[in-house]
T-cell receptor, first 115, second 113 residues
Framework: GAVVSQHPSRVICKSGTSVKIECRSL??????MFWYRQFPKQSLMLMAT?????????EQGVEKDKFLINHASLTLSTLTVTSAHPEDSSFYIC???????????FGPGTRLTVT | GESVGLHLPTLSVQEGDNSIINCAYS??????FIWYKQESGKGPQFIID?????DKRQGQRVTVLLNKTVKHLSLQIAATQPGDSAVYFC????????????FGSGTKLNVKP
């Protein structure tokens, strides 16, 4: 099946710094990638949708200047958490979909801890 | 946002028994439904999906049932094994925007040996 990787799997950063998370589709071309956020014991919340070569579409309440998304190629999307604060600590999960499939293939997630 | 919720937050079953995890949705325009399994510290893993033009779909040891009349979705796991222990989420997308998946709150399945 389709494989999606994320890097890093865990990251600890200090408050005020920026962190970049990579999401890669390893064996297929991802026309669309999605970024989710998950708090402990809660469900996944969609943050944004990105199509290759165009600007990301953010969900209501998600600050686009804080969560920068780049989808520069059909196999790579990045999420940069800028000026991170402790409340940004969460599990960030990406998923990828290749046209014309409906199915989203999820990455293993990145645990971000902001101290 | 759309409402996709679960009836039972936790479910404990004995190894070898069948498990049934339920999910309710609120939008009659929902067109595509998916069940995911998520183990601790990992991303969701696709289990099975179903389109709204179907009532039932079977996979290996899993069956998804869709009742559009009462807007209810269920996942049946046959002969539950310890490796099935995880949190299960249903997700839904709408006919006019299959980009967005709305996830339910999740059910934790505990399989007792």
């Amino acid at each position: 099946g389709a494989v999606v990787s994320q890097h890093p799997s865990r990251v600890i950063c200090k408050s005020g710094t920026s962190v970049k998370i990579e999401c890669r589709s390893l064996d297929f071309q991802a026309t669309t990638m999605f970024w989710y956020r998950q708090f402990p014991k809660q469900s996944l919340m969609l943050m944004a949708t990105s199509n290759e070569g165009s600007k990301a579409t953010y969900e209501q309440g998600v600050e686009k200047d804080k969560f920068l998304i780049n989808h520069a190629s059909l196999t790579l999307s990045t999420l940069t958490v800028t000026s991170a604060h402790p409340e940004d600590s969460s599990f960030y999960i990406c998923s990828a979909r290749g046209w014309p499939s409906y199915e989203q293939y999820f990455g293993p997630g990145t645990r971000l801890t902001v101290t | 946002g759309e409402s996709v919720g679960l009836h039972l937050p936790t479910l404990s079953v004995q190894e070898g028994d069948n498990s049934i995890i339920n999910c309710a949705y609120s939008n009659s325009a929902s067109d595509y439904f998916i069940w995911y399994k998520q183990e601790s510290g990992k991303g969701p893993q696709f289990i099975i999906d179903i389109r709204s033009n179907m009532d039932k779909r079977q996979g290996q040891r899993v069956t998804v049932l869709l009742n559009k009349t009462v807007k209810h979705l269920s996942l049946q796991i046959a002969a539950t094994q310890p490796g099935d222990s995880a949190v299960y989420f249903c997700a839904e997308s709408l006919r006019d925007n299959f980009n967005k998946f709305y996830f339910g709150s999740g059910t934790k399945l505990n399989v007792k040996p």
